[in-house]
């Protein structure tokens, strides 16, 4: 990619000469390293006048990882690990992009510029397998207009960047649309023949059959409830006893009106289903009823009601609960 590598240590500088770059030099989009040398990333104030800039070119900018700040490795104990010691990925590198992510997040940056394109490398560095669980936790918060997994669809592009597993694929697919996915090799880390390799690998459709009919489910279960459900043999995922010895099964709770129903071993109900988890000590299930006023005196009110709008919004009018 014909980009220009941008030193934030000088922000406005930055800024500049990231304009020269793609308005004179004919570069399509910047690269950065994850942070400064003393550990400062890009969510602070200053930095806006860089973000906007980016914003108005309309250029991507690809957030690469860079080695953490010294003490952030080595600890109070510096003499537990020898330099090549240091090199392996747990020192960070992929941790600290993801956590980049969160805090422009977390600091409205992406509110506040929308139209932001960032690149993160190496499949999604991390965050495509911990986004659920970071959107449940951030979005609720209310930071701006948009929850971090529209933000994730809306703002990121990938790259493969060696990372060259079906496996990760797989999750990524779950979390963004393909034509944001982008291949690299990460030179000199990898080669252009398990480059080759992977993308000859990725022609054998029959691994992502599940995943395809997981998302298959998920667009044609309002039209086709009752028989997409009944191929997928639901009884074979009941939990007959919970791990309080109780015998609950499967429970599905309406989105919209919090109406429970149980269903048991053997039986097959043609609703939709999303699955969620919370522990059965918050809530007793039965105490939900007969209303959602009811609901809402509970302690576990706010992870059901969470996992409603979610199916809701996936257009499900039936939720999943398995305690």
């Excluded at 989009?29 to 104030?45: E, I, R």
């Excluded at 592009?157 to 393909?178: D, G, H, P, Y």
Aim: aromatic share 12%.
């Amino acid at each position: 990619m014909r980009q220009v590598t941008c030193q934030l240590l000088a922000i406005t500088y930055a800024a500049s000469e990231l304009e020269r770059a793609t308005t004179e030099l004919g570069r399509v989009g910047a690269l950065t390293d994850n942070h400064l040398d003393n550990g400062t990333f890009y969510d602070g104030s200053a930095y806006r006048v860089f973000w906007a800039k980016t914003q108005e070119l309309d250029v991507p900018v690809y957030i690469h990882p860079t080695a953490p700040e010294g003490q952030t490795v080595f600890g109070i104990d510096q003499e537990t690990y020898t330099p090549p010691r240091t090199w392996p990925p747990w020192r960070g590198l992929s941790c600290d992009v993801g956590l980049h992510f969160l805090r422009l997040y977390g600091a409205g940056v992406f509110e506040e510029f929308p139209h932001l394109k960032v690149v993160f490398g190496h499949m999604g560095e991390m965050v495509p397998f911990m986004l659920e669980q970071a959107d449940g936790m951030l979005s609720p918060r209310r930071i701006g207009r948009a929850t971090l997994l529209e933000v994730y669809k809306r703002n990121i592009w990938i790259t493969t960047s060696r990372f060259f597993s079906r496996n990760k694929m797989a999750t990524v697919l779950c979390n963004i649309r393909v034509d944001k996915i982008t291949y690299s090799v990460d030179h000199p880390y990898s080669s252009n023949v398990q480059g080759r390799e992977f993308k000859e690998q990725l022609k054998d459709t029959s691994y992502y059959v599940l995943l395809i009919d997981a998302v298959s489910l998920k667009r044609q279960v309002k039209a086709a409830n009752s028989r997409i459900l009944a191929q997928l043999k639901l009884p074979e995922v009941h939990r007959a006893i919970s791990f309080l010895g109780r015998q609950v099964a499967m429970r599905l709770i309406n989105t919209s009106t919090y109406e429970l129903r149980e269903f048991f071993e053997g039986q097959t109900p043609h609703y939709a289903i999303l699955s969620h988890t919370w522990g059965y000590e918050e809530v007793e299930l039965r105490d939900m009823l007969p209303s959602p006023e009811v609901a809402k005196s509970k302690a576990g009110f706010t992870k059901i009601r969470l996992t409603c709008e979610q199916a809701r919004h996936d257009e499900l009018d039936w939720a999943w609960v398995d305690t």
